[in-house]
């Protein structure tokens, strides 16, 4: 079973615009890890939070937590086509293992 | 440097068949994860295999095994296959701890 689901399942924006994506879990977390997939192949590591941090940035990606209410965004700014891809967030409990639990996903298409 | 690699990249099988899925992680990560996408979906935790012993198993019947070889190089072993083991089966390594994980390409199989 999925550890989450993601929301929206499908979004479709113009290349330019802001994409945001939203998790939410289960579990208490040790970090939450968010990861990029195209076309059903390998998943691309994108950026991590850890449980005692609100917000981080990397490049036009920004992400938030919120322990309290079990959620996390993605925020994709000034997107490209190149974007186009599913999202995917994953938790970490404090379990001393690294197993990633996923949720359902987001697929973003981005129109150039 | 190479990332992880997995072979074969494509499977065909027969209902009861057994098939065995490799993968390579990455030079220096001594933890190797096994994960089973179906398609629309997110990417469910099947094994965790750190210095060559099982560390974490998913909710996966026993049908499913993997190991870890001393090189940290690792096999999937899936006997008696049924249709719905048809899936996405992508392989991860990381170091040791809360961390990233990076992913090979998957191998995709199709039970017929």
């Known amino acids: 079973s999925q550890q989450g689901e993601e929301d929206p399942q499908a979004l479709s924006i113009q290349e330019g615009e802001n994409a945001t994506m939203n998790c939410s879990y289960k579990?208490?977390?040790?970090?939450l890890q968010w990861y990029r997939q195209n076309s059903g192949r390998g998943l691309v590591h994108l950026i991590l939070i850890r449980s005692n941090e609100r917000e981080k940035h990397s490049g036009r990606l920004r992400v938030t937590l919120d322990t309290s209410k079990k959620s996390s965004s993605l925020l994709i700014t000034a997107s490209r086509a190149a974007d186009t891809a599913s999202y995917f967030c994953?938790?970490?409990?404090?379990?001393?293992?690294?197993?990633?639990?996923f949720g359902t996903g987001t697929r973003l298409t981005v129109i150039p | 440097d190479a990332g992880v690699t997995q072979s074969p990249t494509h499977l065909i099988k027969t209902r009861g068949q057994q098939v065995t899925l490799r993968c390579s992680p990455i030079?220096?990560?001594?933890?190797v994860s096994w994960y089973q996408q179906v398609l629309g979906q997110g990417p469910q935790f099947i094994f965790q295999y750190y210095e060559k012993e099982e560390r974490g198993r998913g909710n996966f019947p026993d049908r499913f095994s993997a190991r870890q070889f001393p090189n940290y190089s690792s096999e999937l072993n899936v006997n008696a296959l049924l249709l719905g083991d048809s899936a996405l089966y992508l392989c991860?390594?990381?170091?040791?701890?809360?961390?990233?994980?990076?992913f090979g390409q998957g191998t995709r199989l199709t039970v017929v």
């Open positions: 579990t208490s977390i040790n970090n």
């Open positions: 994953a938790t970490v409990e404090g379990k001393g293992a690294n197993n990633l639990f």
């Open positions: 030079s220096g990560h001594k933890s």
């Open positions: 991860a390594s990381s170091l040791w701890g809360y961390t990233e994980a990076f």
